[in-house]
């Protein structure tokens, strides 16, 4: 075994994703500390420009494979272009729990007999070698705490969006290895379309744009206007703590260190909320903020890119009006 980290980025024709990027800052931190390379496993076709951007992030070999079987997520063929080095045994398998990701690290771990943890929130290695894991569960109100010995690999699963995309550095260098072609074998997946996902009922976790709404809101029902917001802007709805405990929105709903996850999404926007403590924890890592506030002071308005100091009920309309319009016109031309 080596104090390798091996990490299995995802991409859309190239094009390396957020959560593959944020994965790579993780492995490369337990790099550092553990004295060890980042292996990543980039497969498909058109992984050139992927590649690049890894180094940036964090690897330090990437193994490539084109075959055809690629061109769609394939577990069977992931597990044989993983076997092709598994002889090396890595000390951390380390995945993003995404869709694909969640049901490649079990397959992974059974594979090869190695550990495995889904829900980490933090990989602490001892002075012995041992690793010290933490685990989240019943959103965040249960820490669970897992030792490995250093004889052991381990594959584990970390939540999207819990650690935020660290920044690129271009002065990194790295290396492509090209796998062998995988056995000929047949992918028991068939795909047979994609549907956009609904931004009214996909997860916080996988929305790219999310609003959120405080106690600046009078009632439940005032709450329509922010929700016209949202589908204007093509967004994911979401709350502070005492808006669901009011029960205007599910838990399910809830942005914050209590709900157990950290978002990143490309746009936040937070309206009419005061910005606790707890509430920024889970929103700080997203690419842009936007905040409403009638309170200049509040302290959400210290975290945003771009604070607007006003009335909610004066400014959505307006704004979501702008936006329609602004559609409109561009579905026109």
Not at 47 to 57: G, L, S
Not at 164 to 187: C, F, I, Q, W
Not at 296 to 304: L, R
Request: hydrophobic content about 40%; proline content about 4%; overall charge negative.
């Amino acid at each position: 075994m080596e104090n390798m980290i091996w990490t299995w980025l995802e991409h859309d024709n190239g094009e390396l994703s957020e959560s593959s990027m944020e994965i790579l800052g993780e492995a490369r931190k337990l790099g550092n500390s553990l004295k060890g390379q980042v292996h990543a496993f980039l497969l498909g076709e058109n992984t050139e420009e992927a590649a690049a951007k890894a180094v940036m992030y964090g690897a330090d070999v990437i193994y490539t494979a084109t075959d055809p079987i690629f061109r769609a997520y394939c577990p069977e063929a992931c597990l044989a272009a993983f076997a092709q080095q598994a002889a090396r045994a890595p000390r951390i398998v380390l995945i993003s729990g995404t869709r694909n990701g969640a049901s490649l690290a079990p397959r992974i771990a059974t594979r090869f007999q190695w550990g495995y943890l889904a829900n980490v929130v933090k990989v602490a290695p001892q002075d012995d070698g041992s690793l010290k894991i933490n685990t989240e569960t019943y959103q965040a109100k249960v820490n669970n705490t897992y030792t490995f010995t250093a004889r052991q690999t381990v594959v584990l699963v970390l939540q999207p969006g819990s650690i935020g995309v660290g920044k690129a550095d271009k002065k990194r260098s790295g290396e492509v290895r090209p796998l062998e072609p995988v056995a000929e074998m047949t992918d028991r997946i068939e795909i047979i379309g994609f549907i956009k996902a609904d931004p009214r009922s996909v997860s916080l976790n996988d929305a790219e744009r999310v609003v959120a709404g405080g106690n600046g809101f009078r009632n439940q029902e005032d709450f329509e206007i922010l929700q016209g917001f949202a589908d204007a802007l093509g967004a994911a709805v979401g709350s502070s703590k005492p808006i669901a405990d009011k029960g205007w929105l599910p838990y399910s709903r809830l942005v914050g260190q209590s709900s157990g996850r950290r978002l990143a999404p490309n746009l936040f926007v937070s309206v009419g909320v005061s910005g606790a403590t707890h509430f920024v924890e889970g929103m700080k890592d997203s690419q842009l903020i936007i905040s409403i506030n009638k309170d200049k002071g509040a302290p959400i308005m210290k975290e945003a890119d771009l604070a607007v100091v006003g009335d909610l009920y004066e400014i959505l309309p307006e704004v979501t009006r702008q936006i329609r319009a602004m559609r409109e016109e561009a579905e026109r031309e």
